[in-house]
C-alpha cells in the first residue's frame, strides 16, 4: 500500500545493522499538530451540526414525545451528501437497540435510515420493580457465578470480583421488546491477571441478565513476542530528556508499567533519543514495537480513509508495556483509551505483534462507530472487523521483520504450536471458525462466528483457490463452488470501512452486513458495477444470501 505519510520510516543500513532505534524529536512538529486540530474541530462541527438537527428529525421519523436523539458521529461525503449517527432516548433514559443512522442529501432531505431495531419505543412505567441496590447485588451475583468458568473462548476465567458500578436506569431495546433495565458495570480480575469490566444490562422488573459485554479486548495465551527491528519514531524534547511521546499523532505515548497492573505507569525518557537495541532485555525494545504499532495504525487509518485518530477526534491512545509479570496477554481498554502489553512467558517474549495492536485499536474505533453488540452475529462481525483491519495495518507497515499475510497473530504462538491464533482464507483450520454462514453461526463464540467475514474480507480481496500471495500459501473454498477472483484488498477495506461507519449499527447481523457492504460498494464505485457485483457474489460464496 502507498503510504501518503512519512513520518514511519525505515533507517539506514547502518541503523540496521547496529539495530539501534534512532528517533527524530518533534518538540517543535510542525504544522501536523495545527491541522489534525483544524479535523477535529471539524468533526466536532459536524457533530453540532447533526445534534442542531436532532428535534426535527426526531419529528420527522415520527418518534415518540419522549424520545430524543443525541448525535454520536457525522460523516459527510464530497458530494455533501450526510450520514448522520444518533443515540436515542426515552424519557431522558439511554435506548440500548435504539441507535440510527440518518442519511441525508446535500439539501438537507432525508434519503434513508437505518435502525438498530424498528420495535416504537413504549413503556408502561418508569418506575422500577426492583431497587437499585438490589440490581447492584443481582449484577454481581450473576458475575460471582461465572468465577472459575470462561464464558468466552478468548478470555481466561474470572477469579475475582471486587467491585461493583452503581446502576444506570435505561431502556433495553437491542432485542426488539423494549422494556425498562438497569445497566451495571461490574469490575474483576481474570486468572491470567487481566483486568475485566464487565457491562451488565438486567430486566428492572425480573432481574434477568439481557446482556453481558466485556469491555477490555484481549487477545490470550502464551507470548512468543515479535520486534519491528529498526524504525523511525517522533518524540518529545524536554529540557534535557526526550520522551517517548508524538504530537504529530495526537500525542500518544507509551509508558513502562515496571510489572505493576495499576495506574499508567511511567513515560519512557531518556537523554540520548536513541530507543532500545532490539533485545527483551532492553526494555526499550518493547515500547518501540508498542510505540510503532500505535503511530501505524494512526497513519493506515488516516491515509486508508483519512480518519483522525481512532475517535476520528485527533486524539492519540496511550500505550503501556512490561504489564504485570509473566502475563501473556494484550488488551485494548475504551475506558482508558489505552492499549496494554505483558511480557509473555518467563517475561521474554513481549505480545506486540503488529496485527495485535491494530485489531485491538480497532475495537475502539467500533466503539465509535457502529458500537457493535459484542454477542450473537453482531459480535462476530465486531470481531472480525479488528481481524479485518489489524491485517491491513500489517500490510500497511509492510515490515521485513513480519511480512504481511492473511493469517492472525500468526508470530506470537500463543497456540504454542507455531500456527496463527486464525485463518482468513479458511478460517476452519484452526478447528473452531465457521468458514460459511448457518443459522447457528450466532450461537459460536465471537471469535468464531467472526470466520464467515473473515473468509468474505479473504475472498473479496485475493480470490478463490490455491494460490500465493506474498510468500504465503492459501487455499480458499467457496460454499456454492463458485471462483470469485477479488478486487483487492485496499478496495475490500474501502468498502468494509465505510459499511461499518455509514450503514452498520449496534445489531447488524450477517445478512445486514450484506445490505451495507452493498450500500457501501455502490457509493464507492457504482451500483452494478464490478466491485457491486463481487461483493454480492462473494457474500454467496460464504452462504451469505
Given at each position: 500500500m502507498k503510504r501518503k505519510l512519512a513520518t514511519v520510516a525505515v533507517l539506514s543500513a547502518t541503523a540496521l545493522l547496529t539495530g539501534v532505534v534512532q528517533v527524530s524529536a518533534t518538540a517543535q512538529a510542525g504544522p501536523a499538530p495545527a491541522l489534525q486540530a483544524q479535523a477535529a474541530r471539524q468533526h466536532a462541527a459536524m457533530i453540532a451540526l447533526a445534534n442542531g438537527q436532532a428535534g426535527p428529525l426526531a419529528k420527522a421519523l415520527a418518534l415518540g414525545g419522549q424520545e430524543k436523539l443525541v448525535a454520536k458521529d457525522a460523516v459527510v461525503d464530497a458530494d455533501g451528501t450526510r450520514h448522520l449517527?444518533?443515540?436515542?432516548?426515552?424519557?431522558?433514559?439511554?435506548?440500548?437497540?435504539?441507535?440510527?443512522?440518518?442519511?441525508?442529501?446535500?439539501?438537507?432531505?432525508?434519503k434513508k435510515v437505518d435502525k438498530a431495531v424498528s420495535a416504537r419505543i413504549s413503556l408502561p412505567s418508569l418506575t422500577p420493580r426492583i431497587p437499585v441496590d438490589q440490581a447492584a447485588a443481582q449484577a454481581t451475583g450473576a458475575i460471582r457465578a461465572t468465577v472459575g468458568i470462561t464464558g468466552d473462548a478468548d478470555e481466561s476465567?474470572?477469579?475475582?470480583?471486587?467491585?461493583?458500578?452503581?446502576?444506570?436506569?435505561?431502556?433495553?431495546?437491542?432485542?426488539?421488546?423494549?422494556?425498562?433495565?438497569?445497566?451495571?458495570?461490574?469490575?474483576?480480575?481474570?486468572?491470567?491477571?487481566t483486568p475485566s469490566r464487565q457491562l451488565l444490562v438486567t430486566d428492572a422488573t425480573t432481574g434477568q441478565v439481557l446482556s453481558s459485554h466485556e469491555q477490555v479486548q484481549t487477545v490470550s495465551g502464551p507470548g512468543n513476542g515479535v520486534f519491528v527491528g529498526s524504525v523511525q519514531l517522533n518524540t518529545v524534547q524536554s529540557g534535557g530528556q526526550y520522551r517517548l511521546q508524538d504530537d504529530t499523532r495526537g500525542g500518544q505515548s507509551t509508558s513502562d508499567m515496571n510489572n505493576g497492573t495499576a495506574g499508567n505507569g511511567s513515560l519512557f525518557a531518556n537523554p540520548t533519543n536513541s530507543w532500545g537495541d532490539g533485545t527483551v532485555s532492553n526494555r526499550e525494545s518493547a515500547a518501540v514495537d508498542a510505540q510503532f504499532g500505535a503511530a501505524t495504525t494512526w497513519d493506515f487509518y488516516k491515509s486508508a480513509f483519512t480518519r483522525n485518530g481512532i475517535r476520528n477526534d485527533g486524539v492519540g491512545a496511550a500505550s503501556r508495556v512490561h504489564y504485570d509479570t509473566n502475563y501473556t496477554n494484550a488488551f485494548w481498554d475504551d475506558n482508558c483509551f489505552c492499549m496494554t502489553y505483558g511480557d509473555g512467558s518467563g517475561?521474554?517474549?513481549?505480545?506486540?505483534?503488529?496485527?495485535?495492536?491494530?485489531?485491538?485499536?480497532?475495537?475502539?474505533?467500533?466503539?465509535?462507530?457502529?458500537?457493535?453488540?459484542?454477542?450473537?452475529?453482531?459480535?462476530?462481525?465486531?470481531?472480525?472487523?479488528?481481524?479485518?483491519?489489524?491485517?491491513?495495518?500489517?500490510?500497511?507497515?509492510?515490515?521485513?521483520?513480519?511480512?504481511?499475510?492473511?493469517?492472525?497473530?500468526?508470530?506470537?504462538?500463543?497456540?504454542?504450536?507455531?500456527?496463527?491464533?486464525?485463518?482468513?482464507?479458511?478460517?476452519?483450520?484452526?478447528?473452531?471458525?465457521?468458514?460459511?454462514?448457518?443459522?447457528?453461526?450466532g450461537n459460536l463464540d465471537v471469535h468464531y462466528s467472526?470466520?464467515?467475514?473473515?473468509?468474505?474480507?479473504?475472498?473479496?480481496?485475493?480470490?478463490?483457490?490455491?494460490?500465493?500471495?506474498?510468500?504465503?500459501?492459501?487455499?480458499?473454498?467457496?460454499?456454492?463452488?463458485?471462483?470469485?477472483?477479488?478486487?483487492?484488498?485496499?478496495?475490500?477495506?474501502?468498502?468494509?470501512?465505510?459499511?461499518?461507519?455509514?450503514?452498520?449499527?449496534?445489531?447488524?447481523d450477517y445478512a445486514g452486513a450484506r445490505a451495507a457492504t452493498l450500500s457501501a460498494a455502490a457509493d464507492l464505485y457504482g451500483q452494478g458495477g464490478a466491485e457491486y457485483n463481487a461483493v454480492a457474489a462473494t457474500w454467496s460464496a460464504v452462504n451469505v444470501n
Open positions: 449517527r444518533f443515540e436515542r432516548t426515552f424519557a431522558g433514559l439511554p435506548v440500548l437497540g435504539g441507535d440510527l443512522v440518518v442519511h441525508q442529501k446535500a439539501d438537507g432531505s432525508v476465567p474470572l477469579t475475582q470480583v471486587h467491585r461493583t458500578g452503581t446502576p444506570e436506569l435505561v431502556v433495553w431495546a437491542s432485542d426488539g421488546k423494549p422494556r425498562l433495565a438497569y445497566r451495571t458495570v461490574v469490575e474483576g480480575v481474570r486468572a491470567n491477571r517475561d521474554s517474549h513481549p505480545l506486540t505483534e503488529i496485527d495485535v495492536a491494530g485489531h485491538e485499536m480497532t475495537h475502539g474505533v467500533t466503539a465509535a462507530t457502529a458500537g457493535l453488540n459484542y454477542a450473537g452475529e453482531s459480535g462476530g462481525l465486531n470481531e472480525a472487523t479488528s481481524d479485518i483491519m489489524g491485517t491491513m495495518v500489517e500490510w500497511y507497515a509492510d515490515l521485513p521483520s513480519n511480512p504481511p499475510n492473511y493469517w492472525i497473530g500468526e508470530l506470537i504462538n500463543l497456540n504454542g504450536d507455531g500456527t496463527p491464533l486464525r485463518y482468513m482464507d479458511q478460517p476452519s483450520k484452526d478447528g473452531q471458525s465457521a468458514d460459511y454462514w448457518s443459522a447457528d453461526v467472526s470466520g464467515v467475514a473473515n473468509h468474505f474480507f479473504y475472498l473479496l480481496s485475493e480470490g478463490s483457490g490455491a494460490k500465493t500471495v506474498n510468500g504465503f500459501g492459501y487455499n480458499s473454498p467457496t460454499a456454492d463452488g463458485s471462483t470469485p477472483a477479488g478486487i483487492g484488498r485496499d478496495k475490500a477495506a474501502q468498502i468494509w470501512y465505510r459499511a461499518l461507519t455509514v450503514y452498520f449499527t449496534s445489531t447488524t
